[in-house]
């Protein structure tokens, strides 16, 4: 059996004990927590295309990179990807190919928005967005049924669309460095009454 293959099926093993999880939870109740897979990590976008198939960790973090590399697409196995402290403005449309990533990272680049199609992306699980100046999210977020943590501290949020009320599986949802006023931090606690909120102390700011 020649490289290619083994990964290939420690993917499907992966896979296998992700559905396994799944199926526990419609028993118990529960889900184990996210921990990232334990695959190499692809840190050259040349060498990562050499064998596309067998990426499922790929980190492009601080490659000055202004937008995200069409290339990206052909990594259908890809599980994580890694594009923080670049200089991203916007995510294309192709993005939402990669079905079966469980974690997105944009952390420290310069988004204002996400667009409604990053609801394609079911599989997510981490959603990592701190440090950049987004202020609402998609109505569509909300199905994005699979996210556990939401990353994003030291953002411009003002509001949480009502249609977070769905995610079922939220553990945590980060929006330190962020101010908000006591009426918007209570506003949130109401919406997420099952997800682990953190927020710095309200402001003295007037609310929207």
């Not at 290939?8 to 529960?30: P, W």
């Not at 190919?97 to 997510?124: C, F, H, Q, W, Y």
């Amino acid at each position: 059996m020649n490289r290619t293959n083994i990964y290939i099926l420690l993917f499907l093993v992966t896979i296998f004990a992700n559905g396994a999880a799944v199926a526990q939870e419609h028993e118990d109740g529960s889900r184990p927590e996210y921990r990232r897979p334990n695959f190499k990590t692809y840190t050259s976008l040349q060498e990562a295309l050499q064998q596309p198939d067998s990426v499922f960790i790929l980190s492009l973090k601080g490659k000055k990179l202004t937008a995200i590399p069409t290339e990206i697409s052909s990594f259908k196995n890809l599980l994580v990807l890694d594009l923080s402290k670049n200089k991203i403005t916007e995510l294309p449309s192709d993005l939402n190919s990669l079905r079966n990533l469980v974690e997105l990272d944009l952390s420290n680049n310069k988004l204002t928005s996400l667009p409604n199609g990053i609801s394609a992306m079911t599989s997510l699980r981490k959603f990592s967005l701190n440090r950049n100046t987004i202020g609402t999210l998609p109505e569509s977020i909300g199905q994005m049924s699979s996210l556990e943590v939401i990353e994003l501290w030291d953002n411009e949020i003002s509001e949480l669309p009502q249609s977070m009320r769905s995610l079922r599986h939220l553990r945590l949802l980060e929006l330190r460095g962020i101010l908000l006023s006591e009426e918007q931090q209570k506003e949130f606690l109401e919406l997420l009454p099952d997800t682990d909120v953190m927020m710095s102390p309200p402001c003295n700011c007037k609310t929207r």
